[in-house]
């Protein structure tokens, strides 16, 4: 997987720039700034900047020092399910379990058939989610403190409930969250009971829209 470090080396081996390396993947030069800030890239990227670094040349100056060896393919059949989701209040979205497109699975969800990505909307949790980005669920993992989540109440037409947020513990009763850009009247860290919201799905990755 690509990290902050073996980006410098890509970029390194190269000679890039963060304009540079941004035109190559296809993505804005403020993405690769957090790129280098410690965000990891999304499984598009990461194929990217795989095929990027198996084409250093090896006499180029930098190249033996990047030392990259290609991983596996990154994404797998088109068979990942996306649900749509419309505001359901203040930093709130309602999800329909009818997929509107299936996208590429991502290889940290090969085993995991249950897996879905969710389109986001809202704006309460920029700059890690943006409105149009789709958030990859992995319904199997317990709640981890200082990871993102989707936090869930479901409704009895199969639709369900959620709101993306960052979780910082809990307890019995609550969850202890906190968002990056709360809507008007709200705050920053909050809690959500754990008797009407159930359960906090892991974030597990995105894919830029």
Same mark, same amino acid.
């Given at each position: ?9 890509l970029?390194r081996?190269r &000679?890039? *720039?963060?304009t540079?390396?941004?035109?190559e ?5 403020p993405?690769v700034?957090?790129?280098l800030a %410690? +965000? ?13 670094a198996?084409a250093?040349?090896s006499g *180029? ?10 991983p596996?393919t990154? @994404?797998?059949?088109r068979? @990942? $399910?996306? /649900?749509?989701a419309?505001e359901g209040g ?5 999800v329909?379990?009818?997929p509107?497109?299936?996208? $590429?699975?991502? #290889? /940290?969800?090969?085993s995991?058939?249950?897996?879905y990505?969710? !389109?986001v ?7 890690a989610?943006?409105? &149009?980005?789709?958030?990859?669920? =992995? $319904?199997? @993992?317990?709640?981890l403190? =200082? ?6 109440k ?8 959620a709101t993306?947020?960052? !979780? @910082?513990?809990w ?7 906190? +968002?990056? =850009?709360?809507?008007? %009247?709200g705050q920053?860290l909050?809690?959500l009971?754990?008797?009407? #919201?159930?359960?906090a799905?892991?974030?597990v990755?995105? /894919?830029? %829209?």
């Amino acid at each position: 997987m690509f990290g902050e470090a073996e980006i410098r080396a890509l970029m390194r081996a190269r &000679g890039w *720039r963060q304009t540079e390396l941004a035109a190559e993947t296809g993505v804005t030069q403020p993405t690769v700034s957090r790129w280098l800030a %410690g +965000q990891v890239p999304d499984p598009v990227a990461q194929e990217r900047l795989a095929q990027l670094a198996a084409a250093v040349p090896s006499g *180029r100056p930098g190249a033996a020092k990047a030392g990259f060896i290609p991983p596996p393919t990154l @994404l797998g059949e088109r068979d @990942l $399910p996306v /649900y749509a989701a419309v505001e359901g209040g203040p930093g709130e979205i309602t999800v329909s379990t009818d997929p509107i497109d299936m996208v $590429p699975r991502p #290889w /940290y969800l090969g085993s995991v058939k249950d897996g879905y990505a969710v !389109l986001v909307v809202g704006e309460s949790m920029i700059p890690a989610f943006r409105p &149009g980005e789709m958030a990859i669920v =992995n $319904p199997r @993992l317990a709640p981890l403190r =200082n990871k993102d989540h989707i936090l869930v109440k479901e409704a009895a037409d199969g639709s369900f409930q959620a709101t993306i947020k960052h !979780l @910082l513990g809990w307890t019995e009763e609550d969850w202890k969250l906190e +968002q990056f =850009n709360p809507p008007a %009247g709200g705050q920053r860290l909050f809690t959500l009971s754990r008797q009407e #919201w159930r359960r906090a799905l892991r974030v597990v990755g995105k /894919y830029d %829209g």
